[in-house]
């Protein structure tokens, strides 16, 4: 007898991210898997914490530690017959068709309602970080539903609860439709396996987390795949692949009647396609439109660090035009407030609203406007500056993504790990890179914690070292971009001029 195939609930999430991923995880080779990427990895790490979080403050809950899975399986029937009030570490499994359906619910909450186990039942609890439901959160909920339903004879409402509010969600979210539309879900996963593999679609929200991302990554380039093109969507991606199209190459060719019929798009979003498509088959940037109006002059270019959980600033990196370079840190102050860590100049402030009032001063004294890169220096300004501060810096804030997006198309593709539009992939491409040890968001955030749990941190500024180095390395990543975009309008606008060289600013 051929042993049933065992489907884990978390994995069921890629039916509505990913049907490719689905496909592989039947059939890809696992030489060829990876691991998740450093951002991805981060993610995690933060959701397992904010999960733990929230557990913790359960009191009265009933904790399993099962030595292996048979064993918490054991103790969870146990737990459940019992009727303990709560249930933390529950391990779940049943038959689902030919298939054997695992899953380990955050929560169990017995709820007083009649079922197999006696007068009472339970229902499940998924813990989620961010603050809106998606549609994997609610597959992944159902699935628990359904397992817990086997257990105890009756399908039994779900909770979601979103976000943060000290050691409470922020939100729950109660999920109780019938779960036949989720067995028809799970039942879907076979005839994705036994069909062909399905499209590649690049989503930098869920590729980073899946193994089958390098693979992807590798078919996509081989093949010249319409994947690749940065500002395509997922339904317009899709509408060109019932039409045939499926190469970058047979982009450039499309007439404007099938551009004009793809969804998402606004009647100029056809042409950017083309041009887009051109850039990459070409290897170099092609002008997009408004090449005789002259660039905002920059005075200054802006890069913020930020917490990961409340997205407060806890350090500004400054770059003049001039080439100079300053970091401000949030979370402490000294007598001489200017210092050298790693060769850079480091101001220390007591807390986010002195780093503001310096960012706005260095605005004002620089004149032009403030680059920087995409709406997040926009957003972090309104939540935490102030409204002084907010008013007067708004007006001198230019988002430097938006206004390249506006002008050029770039030979960068979109990948597995980005959008093809973020700032590191554009710099790279010119050649940019970042010192190793200081080369990721997560290990400037962990400099900066170890530097803040230190009782002298005036002594300890070297541990700031690799947040320094990092952000130094992304807000003059920010100016060389821009320079490099000046130099390519200003030939544009001179006309007939040879373009920039792309390995240089």
């Given amino acids: 007898m051929i042993p049933a195939r065992t489907i884990d609930a978390a994995d069921l999430a890629w039916l509505v991210r990913c049907e490719r991923r689905v496909w592989l995880d039947q059939h890809g080779t696992p030489a060829t898997a990876a691991l998740p990427t450093a951002d991805a990895r981060a993610r995690m790490a933060l959701r397992a914490a904010h999960t733990r979080h929230i557990l913790d403050a359960l009191e009265g809950a009933t904790r399993l530690t099962g030595h292996d899975w048979p064993d918490a399986l054991m103790q969870t029937a146990r737990a459940m017959q019992r009727g303990d009030r709560l249930i933390i570490g529950a391990a779940l499994e049943a038959p689902l068709d030919d298939r054997l359906l695992r899953g380990l619910p955050d929560i169990l909450i017995r709820i007083e309602v009649p079922s197999a186990l006696g007068g009472w039942s339970y229902q499940p609890v998924a813990i989620a970080l961010h603050s809106r439901p998606t549609r994997w959160d609610r597959l992944l909920l159902n699935a628990w539903r359904w397992l817990v339903g086997a257990m105890q004879g009756v399908d039994p409402a779900g909770e979601l609860w979103l976000g943060a509010a000290a050691t409470r969600p922020a939100h729950v979210s109660r999920q109780v439709a019938s779960l036949d539309a989720f067995v028809a879900q799970v039942k879907q996963a076979a005839l994705i396996g036994a069909g062909d593999v399905p499209p590649i679609w690049f989503d930098s929200d869920h590729c980073p987390f899946c193994p089958w991302r390098l693979a992807c990554d590798a078919a996509a380039h081989e093949s010249g795949d319409v994947a690749l093109l940065p500002g395509l969507s997922r339904r317009q991606g899709l509408a060109l692949r019932r039409r045939g199209i499926r190469q970058i190459a047979q982009v450039p060719a499309l007439d404007s009647a099938m551009l004009a019929a793809l969804p998402d798009g606004s009647p100029y979003a056809g042409v950017l396609l083309k041009l887009q498509a051109q850039a ?110 907010e008013q007067e810096l708004a007006p001198l804030l230019l988002d430097a993504q938006r206004e390249l997006g506006r002008r050029v198309a770039l030979p960068v593709p979109r990948m597995s790990d980005q959008r093809g539009g973020g700032l590191k992939a554009i710099a790279r491409w010119l050649g940019w890179s970042w010192a190793a040890g200081a080369d990721h968001w997560t290990l400037a955030w962990g400099a900066y914690q170890h530097w803040m749990a230190q009782r002298s941190r005036q002594a300890a500024l070297e541990m700031l070292t690799p947040a320094v180095v990092y952000l130094r390395a992304d807000v003059e990543a920010l100016a060389a971009v821009w320079r490099w975009f000046e130099a390519f309008m200003l030939q544009t606008i001179n006309a007939g001029g040879a373009l920039p060289d792309s390995h240089g600013d």
């Fill in 280 to 389: 990459l088959l070409a290897g170099r940037p092609v002008v997009v439109g408004g090449g005789a109006m002259p660039l905002p002059r920059a005075g200054m270019f802006l890069d913020i660090e930020t917490d990961p959980l409340t997205r407060i600033p806890w350090a500004f990196g400054l770059t003049s035009t001039g080439g100079i370079t300053s970091i401000i840190v949030v979370g402490s102050a000294l007598d001489d407030r200017a210092v050298q860590v790693a060769g850079t100049s480091l101001l220390l402030v007591r807390n986010v609203h002195e780093g503001w009032n310096l960012v706005l001063h260095a605005a004002q004294a620089a004149g032009g406007v403030m680059a920087h890169w995409g709406e997040a220096e926009r957003l972090v300004l309104q939540q935490s500056a102030g409204r002084r501060v």
